[in-house]
DNA sequence: CGTTCTTGATGCAGAAAAGGTATTATGAAA
DNA sequence: TTTCATAATACCTTTTCTGCATCAAGAACG
């Protein structure tokens, strides 16, 4: 095998025409070098793939399935070099991008469509994961990117607020609670809650339940729903009360009110951290779609109160 | 894409080894053009495949995805080029098998096996068909060798006899017919006949009626199976005689009793026959190969009787 | 801390490959 | 026969590739 990608074109351009002197046209060299290449390769092959005489031109067998496989070859050859030419840009690739509950039930779905409209070369590959996990993950380079809540406080992270939560309680509105404008932690000390699911939602009840504790009570759970949509479906029917973040507060159905928590200045902050040294390209450009989302006031540390 | 194949390969010495010297030893070239045609290569597809210093050598990220696609693209090539030479050479390709309902009940499956042996890259097509319309096929080239019965007078084809077949009666040993030594014709006249398939067994219909016809009578049906073996098996259970060839009793069970009949001295030859002037290889690998076993006498015009 | 070794990159000259122009040989068409 | 078109060949130029000698920069070692 000592013939080059050149052969093979010259080859698959004679093959088409069946004609020398317009294939040689088409590749802009001249017809003499073209003989004498295919002559090359003919011989380099040891197969005539040409049966040609002075007035005709065509294929041997052996011709058409070279011809095949020769065609096959080069457009693999061109995917290729398209493919690598955009992972080099940045333009392919894969984001391995971590989350909390926190994220996910937030901003994040979101971000992440609005990512892949932009850069639709980019497989995005979401990994739950806890905050100290999320971190661990980043320095063994098993993770480009993560969404985590809660204070971080590692060295060599880029970073960018994505979402500030403040608990609100959540109430149906026949409740005698409805009407107020803002509650204290104490006030609930005798309602009936509605829990989350224990598994899913521990960082957040790691969160409140101290809280709690501080206001000198133990929250009540009578039901337990597997998800957020099934806690607000449970305060609906009136089974109780919750206490959940605004953020998740915005994709409830009609029939709820919403009461700010007067003695909770606390609010947990949702962050994107990345390492700064090991950033790859796809990091980079999400990185930059971030700053991007924050300067159009979509995300960052400012909380998405409903109105 | 200004690159050949040959920097391909390159490119795969050096990412296998990620070592520039022990690359170019591997490739029996020296280290400074092995160096060059790398960066040849990176500045005609704008990317950089290594990052490398004086002390390391590592793929980039962009570099793992070329040569993942670049070993398919040359492994591709190399499949390519070995089939194109192995259909030069007439070890790789397709024959058009052409049969007659006799060639298939015959020699044929036999012949069939044991040529895939000895050439397994060539691909059988087997297409049944009269022999008339085989002959029509083999003149468009549509066949490249045929499997006909009975008297073919085209000139330009070449041919090879396969097999004679003389009809035989055949009875089941209880049946009076059992103790004789040979039949005529017309001792058959008043006999319940087991019936052939009309469909696949028009051949030797139209050849062996027109014989009773001769002999003053026609064959009264009294059954008709699917195949040869249905047939058999109807007059294994006593419901009638029936005429076959000697080839087909060949695959009887026991029970049986085959007679020859005296009065009935033509034979049906069944012959090979093929386009001299159209043949392919493979076509001309099958008649070498039909001459070997018509040498080793497993084929030809000799009636292969049952002892 | 310097020495030595190894690695990849570079300069240059010779070799090889590819290309272009002019021309030839051979069928086909007029 | 003449003319036309095609592919092949001859000859020379240009480009590309290669090897040798050498350089620059880390790594290994005493």
């Not at 993560?146 to 026949?174: K, N």
């Not at 909770?264 to 991007?292: G, I």
Request: proline content about 4%; aromatic content about 8%.
């Amino acid at each position: 095998m000592k013939f080059g990608l050149r052969h093979i074109r010259y080859f698959l351009a004679v093959a088409e025409d069946l004609n020398f002197r317009r294939a040689s046209e088409k590749l802009n060299i001249s017809q003499p070098a073209l003989s004498r290449a295919i002559q090359h390769l003919e011989a380099d092959l040891g197969v005539q793939l040409f049966a040609r005489s002075q007035s005709f031109v065509r294929l041997t067998e052996a011709g058409v399935v070279f011809r095949d496989g020769a065609r096959a070859v080069l457009n693999g050859m061109e995917a290729t070099v398209d493919l690598t030419r955009r992972i080099n840009r940045g333009e392919a690739g894969a984001l391995r991008v971590g989350y909390t509950d926190f994220a996910i039930a937030g901003a994040l779905p979101e971000l992440l469509k609005q990512f892949r409209l932009g850069q639709p070369g980019i497989t995005i590959r979401p990994h739950h994961g806890v905050t100290s996990t999320q971190l661990r993950e980043l320095d063994d380079d098993k993770l480009d990117i993560g969404f985590v809540t809660g204070p971080v406080r590692q060295a060599g992270l880029g970073r960018r607020a994505i979402q500030t939560d403040r608990p609100i309680c959540i109430v149906h509105e026949s409740h005698r609670f409805a009407q107020r404008k803002s509650l204290r932690l104490k006030d609930l000390a005798d309602e009936d809650f509605v829990h989350g699911p224990a598994k899913d939602w521990a960082h957040f009840y790691d969160y409140l339940f101290p809280l709690c504790r501080r206001a000198g009570f133990m929250p009540r759970i009578v039901q337990e729903a597997f998800n957020s949509v099934g806690i607000l479906g449970l305060v609906s029917c009136g089974m109780g009360i919750t206490i959940l973040t605004e953020t998740i507060y915005n994709f409830a159905s009609g029939g709820l009110v919403a009461l700010p928590l007067e003695d909770v200045p606390e609010v947990m902050l949702t962050e994107a951290v990345w390492n700064s040294d090991k950033a790859r390209l796809p990091t980079l450009q999400f990185v930059e779609f971030l700053d991007q989302q924050i300067a159009l006031g979509q995300i960052g540390a400012l909380p998405l109160a409903r109105s």
